[in-house]
């Protein structure tokens, strides 16, 4: 055994790293592979997501035996109830939905028994998901890479939420490295939510480029905006920015968002139509400084887990 943890067990995971399910970076071919090397895989479904994505992830992960579970954002959701549908009749281990303050979606995916899960940025978020009935907390600091509150830093926020629930919780935001996830398990965290680590990964769905990028970065290189949400006409909340690497348009747009003309908008689409990232986003979190080498989603589960295991053996944490 590697390490884990109570709720890995329970999961049937092999090691309690679950990757974030980021939109247009965690498909099916990441979620799989990230399952088959024992941890949760998750398939991302972000801020565009269509039933025909969520089907085409669902295809990816038909021949896998290993649990996987299926991330969704609110309101992307509420615009289409077919894709929360689609979701539960998958049965995946565990379904997140996040970004938003409607649970209608806890019962019937529990009625199913799929496990539900959503991420929270403070507590009277975790409040509001305990009250809804919502069995997995996903303690969302600060530091982490796409779109969150920019609130608390994950280990105050994880202490806070593990000192008051008695709910599993995942521990989000910051965690690249072995000693990362060795620190919010000694906290008490039920598993690590990790991100930034696995967007360079082979398997993930970005190309070549951004690999490049996301290597060349350093832990200061990250900057936490609203400006890319507005260009592009997404309707996230304003409490919910998206940390990203800093770029051309952010660093002459950010906190200028109201000035914005049709010029800006069009020249930022066709930018993420070229995938050029020196002006479309490229999100990630400030573990992403640690990151030096491209590797398969294999490589980062077994690497992590193995330094988490070998530094919370020195005090025999290991399970």
Same mark, same amino acid.
């Given at each position: $055994? $590697?390490?884990?943890?109570?709720?890995?067990?329970?999961?049937?995971?092999?090691?309690?790293?679950?990757?974030?399910?980021?939109?247009?970076?965690?498909?099916?071919?990441?979620?799989?592979?990230?399952?088959?090397?024992?941890?949760?895989?998750?398939?991302?479904?972000? #801020?565009?997501?269509?039933? %025909?994505? /969520?089907?085409?992830?669902?295809?990816?992960?038909?021949?896998?035996?290993?649990?996987?579970?299926?991330?969704?954002?609110?309101?992307?959701?509420?615009?289409?109830?077919?894709?929360?549908d689609a979701a539960i009749a998958a049965r995946p281990a565990l379904l997140s939905v996040g970004f938003g303050d409607d649970f209608s979606w806890v019962a019937?995916?529990?009625?199913?028994? !799929?496990?539900?899960?959503?991420? @929270?940025?403070?507590?009277?978020? &975790?409040?509001?998901?305990?009250?809804?009935? +919502?069995?997995?907390?996903?303690?969302?600091? &600060?530091?982490?890479?796409?779109?969150? *509150?920019?609130?608390?830093?994950?280990?105050?926020?994880?202490? #806070? !939420?593990?000192?008051?629930?008695? !709910?599993?919780?995942? *521990?989000?935001?910051?965690?690249?490295?072995?000693?990362?996830?060795?620190? +919010?398990?000694?906290?008490? &965290?039920?598993?690590?939510?990790?991100?930034?680590?696995?967007?360079?990964?082979?398997?993930? %769905?970005?190309?070549?480029? +951004?690999?490049?990028?996301?290597?060349?970065?350093?832990?200061?290189?990250? !900057?936490?905006?609203? @400006?890319?949400?507005?260009?592009?006409?997404?309707?996230?909340?304003?409490?919910?920015? =998206?940390? +990203?690497?800093?770029?051309?348009?952010?660093d002459t747009w950010d906190g200028r968002e109201a000035e914005l003309t049709d010029a800006e908008r069009d020249a930022l689409a066709a930018a993420v139509a070229a995938e050029d990232h020196r002006l479309a986003p490229i999100n990630a979190g400030q573990g992403v400084g640690v990151l030096d080498t491209v590797e398969?989603?294999?490589?980062?589960?077994?690497? /992590?887990? *193995?330094?988490?295991?070998?530094?919370?053996?020195?005090?025999? =944490?290991?399970?």
């Amino acid at each position: $055994m $590697m390490i884990s943890t109570d709720w890995s067990a329970r999961m049937g995971l092999t090691v309690p790293i679950v990757n974030a399910p980021m939109g247009g970076v965690a498909g099916g071919a990441l979620a799989a592979a990230v399952s088959r090397a024992g941890g949760l895989g998750m398939l991302g479904l972000g #801020s565009s997501a269509s039933l %025909s994505q /969520l089907e085409t992830g669902l295809h990816e992960l038909s021949e896998l035996k290993s649990p996987f579970g299926i991330g969704l954002v609110d309101w992307v959701a509420a615009a289409e109830p077919r894709l929360l549908d689609a979701a539960i009749a998958a049965r995946p281990a565990l379904l997140s939905v996040g970004f938003g303050d409607d649970f209608s979606w806890v019962a019937p995916a529990r009625d199913a028994g !799929v496990t539900t899960a959503t991420q @929270v940025g403070d507590l009277a978020a &975790a409040q509001r998901a305990v009250d809804a009935g +919502v069995d997995v907390l996903i303690a969302r600091g &600060a530091e982490g890479g796409g779109h969150g *509150a920019p609130l608390v830093g994950t280990l105050p926020l994880l202490t #806070s !939420v593990l000192d008051r629930y008695s !709910v599993p919780v995942l *521990a989000a935001g910051g965690i690249s490295s072995g000693r990362g996830v060795a620190a +919010v398990l000694a906290a008490g &965290a039920a598993g690590a939510w990790v991100g930034t680590a696995f967007s360079a990964c082979l398997e993930a %769905s970005v190309s070549p480029a +951004v690999r490049t990028q996301l290597l060349a970065a350093r832990d200061t290189d990250t !900057v936490t905006t609203r @400006v890319f949400d507005v260009a592009q006409g997404y309707p996230w909340p304003a409490t919910l920015p =998206e940390r +990203v690497l800093r770029n051309a348009f952010s660093d002459t747009w950010d906190g200028r968002e109201a000035e914005l003309t049709d010029a800006e908008r069009d020249a930022l689409a066709a930018a993420v139509a070229a995938e050029d990232h020196r002006l479309a986003p490229i999100n990630a979190g400030q573990g992403v400084g640690v990151l030096d080498t491209v590797e398969s989603a294999a490589e980062v589960v077994a690497r /992590l887990g *193995a330094e988490a295991k070998r530094l919370l053996g020195r005090w025999g =944490e290991t399970g």
